[in-house]
Nanobody, 126 residues
Framework: QLQLVESGGGLAQAGESLRVSCAAS????????IGWFRQAPGKEREGVSC????????NYADSAKGRFTISRDNAKNMVYLQMNGLNAEDTGVYYC???????????????????WGRGTQVTVSS
């Protein structure tokens, strides 16, 4: 059974920080690139960040660059997304997902990700 479980979401004020975590079970997380996606109410799911299997390469959506940092600890089977300088537009359900490759690719293509968590809610008040 392959599972990803997100945690760390919550309520934050604009300008504050949160770190969401993604824990894997049933497979070796270190074999896969891991992406973070989010979905705001009434909007489509969008890619936020991706980290390659070895952690040496990262991608960020334009909205996340300079504010968010993705990292991983393969020994712990964990991936993290540190979110600084939050604003109301960051509100949404945050999902982690394992890509069907070791690399992130050029774009955030949801169909390229095989295993998804159920998400953790992040709410930012202005």
């Amino acid at each position: 059974q392959l599972q990803l479980v997100e945690s760390g979401g919550g309520l934050a004020q604009a300008g504050e920080s949160l770190r969401v975590s993604c824990a894997a079970s049933g497979f070796s997380l270190g074999d896969y690139a891991i992406g973070w996606f989010r979905q705001a109410p009434g909007k489509e799911r969008e890619g936020v960040s991706c980290i390659s299997a070895g952690g040496r390469f990262t991608n960020y959506a334009d909205s996340a660059k300079g504010r968010f940092t993705i990292s991983r600890d393969n020994a712990k089977n964990m991936v993290y997304l540190q979110m600084n300088g939050l604003n109301a537009e960051d509100t949404g359900v945050y999902y982690c997902a394992a890509r069907s490759s070791a690399g992130c690719g050029t774009y955030f293509i949801t169909s390229a990700y095989d295993v998804w968590g159920r998400g953790t809610q992040v709410t930012v008040s202005s």
